[in-house]
């Protein structure tokens, strides 16, 4: 039986870029750094993001963007903050997509290796309401 989530794992051609996108934007903690050696396929460090494990390893880079990405839950009081943390390392930067009304706010940033990461206001249960809502007034996204 599943259990949760164990962890996520970001391949990256430079570990210490991918600890400031980790640690300034994200508030992770690191927890672990295999410094020069490895007890996996490459050299790796280890985070914690509010309870979540994330690994990153030394390695060539996804060689095009898509939209396949991770998305964190952020306070809608911390949008203005975050936007700022991510300008501030100079990533390129979308703010939202077209959207219902109602379903939150969202930010998308991409690294250096290609992984989009996802800043999202609301929850799954917002999103499911707004979109039965939507529905029975037959709106679409804007």
Request: overall charge negative; aromatic content about 8%; hydrophobic content about 40%.
């Given at each position: 039986m599943i259990q949760g989530l164990s962890h996520m794992t970001f391949i990256t051609?430079?570990?210490?870029?991918?600890?400031?996108?980790?640690?300034?934007?994200?508030d992770a903690t690191k927890t672990y750094d295999s410094g020069e050696g490895s007890h996996s396929l490459s050299r790796e460090r280890f985070f914690d993001v509010a309870g979540l494990w994330i690994a990153t390893m030394e390695g060539e880079?996804?060689?095009?963007?898509?939209?396949?990405?991770?998305?964190?839950?952020?306070?809608?009081?911390?949008?203005?903050?975050?936007?700022?943390?991510?300008?501030?390392?100079?990533?390129?930067l979308r703010e939202g997509r077209s959207r219902i009304t109602g379903e939150g706010q969202s930010i998308y940033f991409h690294d250096n290796d290609n992984h989009l990461f996802e800043l999202h206001t609301g929850t799954l249960a917002e999103r499911l309401a707004t979109y039965a809502a939507a529905d029975s007034r037959g709106e679409t996204a804007i």
């Open positions: 051609r430079d570990l210490d870029r991918m600890e400031e996108i980790l640690t300034h934007i994200l880079p996804l060689p095009t963007r898509s939209y396949n990405h991770v998305a964190f839950k952020i306070d809608p009081a911390d949008y203005d903050m975050y936007l700022d943390r991510i300008r501030a390392l100079g990533l390129d």
